[in-house]
């Protein structure tokens, strides 16, 4: 958890709001420095790496350049990434060593990761020798694994330590740490081996032995576990913190539930991501060109795909030239079929992600799946069959039957493959948000398309 | 934060997976009360809540009746909502209470709100009166509010104490809190005035005076704030505890960090659960006619509303039997234009909800939009253009250039209505997430449909 030294300090904030936000751009444009610091004095960092966010690069830049070096370190890490690296790279490297020797090592490692090489090789060569290790190290991990998101700082004690000994240890990092949650109690080794509640430290009289307190550890991770598993562990049993350790057991470092909390987010968004068609999150800084390149992959699979489908469609020319009717009814299938199949394929892809679907019972699942679909077309399939008749005087009664037994296949169809084709995926180790993507969801329409034109042209060709 | 005495018994946990799963209905089903209490004896409450939401109601109901009270009182809180509310219509009015006794208060809010009103009373008369006062008082609060989801326990001291009374207050609570963040310091009046750190008492000497070494409170919400700020609040300061205060900052209750988590998840949920088109949120524990009765509106409005675009369609039988060539490009048109609109759509709901995108700047997000929908529509025209040209060999030049048009005037309109119709939800104070729903991305497909019909019409019929 970063220093929150500020929260304290600054009693009356100031609003961040759009207001605030073009005095400041005045303020910027007339280069006035001084008024601008007495503002962000004012201002909790938090808000103004908000307002940074809002700003153009130029600004941006500038604005970040006049903060003081700790103020920057709280800013730098709530700063949106594609913005940060931008800004970054018009800073001296030596200022962006004297940052990053104020960050927390995993918001370091952040930061570091994020520049160019030789860049970051410079500026691990201006920061403290032992502080630049961690971070190297830091550096082999994945970016979304537990060592990747851990931080290697943690207050330790000895396993044959008091109470005292603890207590001198708090001391020692009150500065550095606004809570700490456990103080973790190691062997010689480094090996684990439980840790203590810092009210047990209260409670107890100074010489009592610490294993004597202790809490056994019992939830731990390896640097290599999925940060998504880790955020399921700590939401799951409510922790707030949980040690990461080596294979020997050995303490290699600590996440805290305010970096899981990001972790959530981040997976919830990219699941959205996906369902709504963008190749990477957009950020509210991003520019046109940016957004327009996030967006348009999804746009142009799409096309090509469903040109494909237009082909398909142009191979029934004969049917459409006979019986104008099957051409109207196209968007209803398409719709309807195109979304039971992502509903099917979100649920499914949901519940792998959060543990709540096991892997070894997604059979049954989709055996669920199938049941719904025949539920869900037989409704849609009556409703489509009298709304047609109600509503389209050309339609007989043998014409809506065929559609609607066509749409009853294909909500059929499209669950089952729907909520299949994640499955599939998590178990070729594959991310299975794919699934809700443009191939999955527009081959989905295809095969709707063929299997409506199919069903028609047998019974009225 | 609920007791987690468990976890630290709880030495060697059994890992829950399908096999355990497969035993435990073997032993339900031969009613082994015995050999059941023993393996659960040996897993962590949450897990036993897991194996719960994977039975089916009889099962379960059976299983929560043999748990001790204590237990049974950490499982209740992570069992699916639903299946809950059907295992409590099986149990016992008195069992209940016990149950509800056991909880914190927000947990136990969480229980009762979801009880038929005359087993609610019932169970309330049955609990310790003090008790049963919070929970009445906690009820009154929507759910989706800050009152909803604080507790009103916590631990506090009067402003004129020392180091010492707060340390015998921590004392009185250790065994309820697993973790004390704050120690809160109040007036007579209950107004707050701040809060201590534990680390703080630890630090210094036993009769300093509590003011010295108070931490001024910043940041606290009140009781009707909604959920979802109270969790972009915590989220942007790195809180891991929050204070509940009436409008004379007297202390109601709290909120922690692990409730917010939940909070996050649902908020994300529910977005995901509108742009897949579910009603609400489906459990694992559901059964097939939930699922489908979670489904099927969706699909029934968009298909109601496809049938309103197969009118439109029809009103234009003379062009396609002129021009078959039309029909072709149908799904290219929906796809295309459905998805520009959906993009734009969930990042601004997206962008609302967590706050990063402040309401009195959305005409400019809007205008940003239509910049990134004449870059995406001119660049997916193009592609429309040379590809249609290419694949279909009755395509004409003019033909091409006019679906194309018509593909570009449509990805404008389907951005800027979906960039926009999120906004204007908001300030009419309306869900902006439903603007992801079946009524705005059907309107928008016929909308959609109308402008590519009357384009190809004016030009060849």
Redesign the interface.
């Known amino acids: 958890?970063?220093e929150?030294k500020e929260?304290?300090q600054?009693?009356d904030?100031i609003k961040v709001?759009?207001e605030l936000l073009e005095n400041i751009s005045v303020l910027i444009e007339s280069k006035d420095a001084k008024s601008l610091l007495t503002i962000f004095s004012d201002i909790?960092t938090?808000d103004i790496a908000?307002i940074i966010?809002?700003l153009d690069v130029d600004e941006a830049t500038y604005v970040f350049e006049l903060l003081p070096t700790e103020t920057a370190g709280e800013v730098i890490t709530?700063i949106d990434e594609n913005l940060r690296e931008k800004i970054l790279k018009e800073i001296d490297t030596k200022k962006i060593a004297h940052i990053v020797d104020e960050l927390e090592t995993d918001d370091a490692t952040d930061i570091v990761s994020d520049l160019p090489d030789n860049i970051a090789e410079q500026v691990l060569r201006h920061i403290d020798k032992e502080y630049s290790e961690d971070v190297k190290e830091l550096l082999k991990y994945e970016e979304d694994t537990a060592g990747g998101i851990m931080t290697t700082d943690f207050v330790y004690v000895n396993e044959n330590a008091t109470v005292q000994d603890a207590?001198d240890e708090?001391?020692k990092n009150?500065e550095e740490f606004?809570?700490?949650?456990h103080i973790y109690v190691l062997k010689e080794t480094d090996e684990l081996v439980g840790y203590v509640?810092?009210?047990s430290?209260?409670?107890n009289p100074l010489s009592t032995k610490i294993l004597s307190i202790i809490?056994?550890d019992?939830?731990y991770v390896s640097p290599d576990t999925d940060q998504e598993e880790v955020a399921n562990t700590m939401?799951?049993?409510?922790l707030?913190v949980i040690p990461v350790v080596d294979e020997k057991k050995r303490m290699l470092g600590r996440i805290t539930?305010?970096d899981?909390?990001?972790v959530?987010?981040e997976e919830?968004?990219e699941?959205?991501q996906k369902?709504?068609?963008?190749s990477e999150e957009?950020?509210?800084s991003d520019s046109?060109?940016r957004?327009?390149r996030i967006?348009?992959p999804?746009?142009?699979i799409?096309?090509?795909l469903?040109?494909f489908?237009?082909?398909v469609?142009?191979n029934h020319?004969d049917l459409?030239?006979r019986l104008?009717?099957a051409?109207?009814?196209?968007?209803?299938v398409?719709?309807?079929g195109g979304?039971?199949g992502?509903?099917a394929a979100?649920?499914m892809v949901?519940?792998l992600g959060t543990g709540?679907?096991?892997l070894?019972?997604t059979l049954k699942k989709i055996g669920?799946e199938f049941?719904?679909s025949i539920?869900?077309g037989f409704?849609?399939s009556a409703?489509?069959l009298i709304?047609?008749l109600i509503?389209?005087s050309?339609v007989t009664f043998k014409f809506a039957l065929i559609i609607s037994i066509a749409l009853f296949s294909i909500?059929i169809f499209a669950t089952v493959v729907g909520a299949s084709i994640p499955v599939l995926l998590k178990k070729l180790k594959i991310d299975p948000a794919i699934a809700?993507g443009p191939f999955v969801t527009?081959s989905n329409?295809i095969v709707g398309?063929i299997i409506y034109l199919s069903i028609i042209s047998y019974f009225f060709l």
Chains 1, 2 share one sequence.
């Not at 606004?178 to 949650?181: A, P």
């Not at 939401?235 to 409510?238: A, R, V």
């Open positions: 958890m970063a929150n929260i304290t600054a009693r904030l709001d759009n909790h938090a908000e966010n809002h709530e207590i708090v001391r009150a606004e809570h700490i949650y509640l810092l009210k430290l209260l409670l809490e056994e019992l939830f939401e799951k049993y409510d707030v539930i305010d899981v909390v990001d959530i987010h919830a968004s699941d959205i369902l709504a068609g963008l957009q950020e509210s046109v060109f957004i327009s967006r348009l999804w746009l142009i799409a096309m090509l469903e040109l489908n237009a082909i469609l142009s020319e459409f030239q104008v009717l051409t109207f009814f196209i968007p209803v398409m719709a309807v979304n039971s992502t509903q979100i649920v949901r519940g709540d679907i096991w070894n019972e669920k049941f719904v539920l869900n409704v849609c409703v489509l709304a047609s509503f389209f050309d909500i809700t527009t329409d398309m």
